[in-house]
Structure formats: structure tokens, C-alpha cells
Nanobody
Framework: VQLVESGGGLVQPGGSLRLSCAAS????????MTWVRQAPGKGRELVAV???????LYGDSVKGRSTISRDNATNTVHLQINNLKPEDTAIYYC?????WGQGTQVTVSS
């Protein structure tokens, strides 16, 4: 299993980002996928989950301003976060069970 995140960067408060996770090594279309983040000095926090049929679940901190989606043709899961806040600063990880990507850094600062 390989999970490779991309799309992070430095964004001003109020801005948006679209993160991507390219997955391989398993039957992507049959599997739920999760985004988790870890802020400096804090534990990991669930951001969003998408089921194999497209059902979604969001963490309270991003609910209403995030969209998780999947593209089964390219084995990719995306996370769009709008109205970014400084407290969204974290490393964002793609996760499947015991497998983790290397993470992508999101920094929200003016």
C-alpha cells in the first residue's frame, strides 16, 4: 500500500486549499479513505472520511467548510478546505487502516 499526499502549502486566513492523496497497492474503489491532521504539539485529529460508495463524515473543526471526494478512475482522494484558519495549520495525512502517507504541510498565516 502506498499513499502519497500533495497540495499543501502556505495560505492566508480565509483562503482555500485542495489536498490530494494518490493511492496504490490495494483495491481503491472498495475501500473507505480518511484524512487526519496533526498540529504542532497536538495529537492526531480526524478531518474527514469517505466511504467506498461516497458517504462522507467530517470532523467538527472543518464541518461546513470542507469537502472530501474520491476519483476511483485515478485512485485519488481529495480534500478541499475553504475559509482556512490559523488553527488549521497542521500536517495532513491520508490514512487507510494501518497505512499512512508521508503527510503534506498546511500553514495558514498572514
Amino acid at each position: 500500500v502506498q499513499l502519497v499526499e500533495s497540495g499543501g502549502g502556505l495560505v492566508q486566513p480565509g483562503g482555500s486549499l485542495r489536498l490530494s492523496c494518490a493511492a496504490s497497492g490495494f483495491t481503491f474503489k472498495d475501500t473507505y479513505m480518511t484524512w487526519v491532521r496533526q498540529a504542532p504539539g497536538k495529537g492526531r485529529e480526524l478531518v474527514a472520511v469517505i466511504g467506498h460508495l461516497g458517504t462522507t463524515l467530517y470532523g467538527d473543526s472543518v464541518k461546513g467548510r470542507s469537502t472530501i471526494s474520491r476519483d476511483n478512475a485515478t485512485n485519488t482522494v481529495h480534500l478541499q478546505i475553504n475559509n482556512l484558519k490559523p488553527e488549521d495549520t497542521a500536517i495532513y495525512y491520508c490514512n487507510l487502516n494501518m497505512y499512512w502517507g508521508q503527510g503534506t504541510q498546511v500553514t495558514v498565516s498572514s
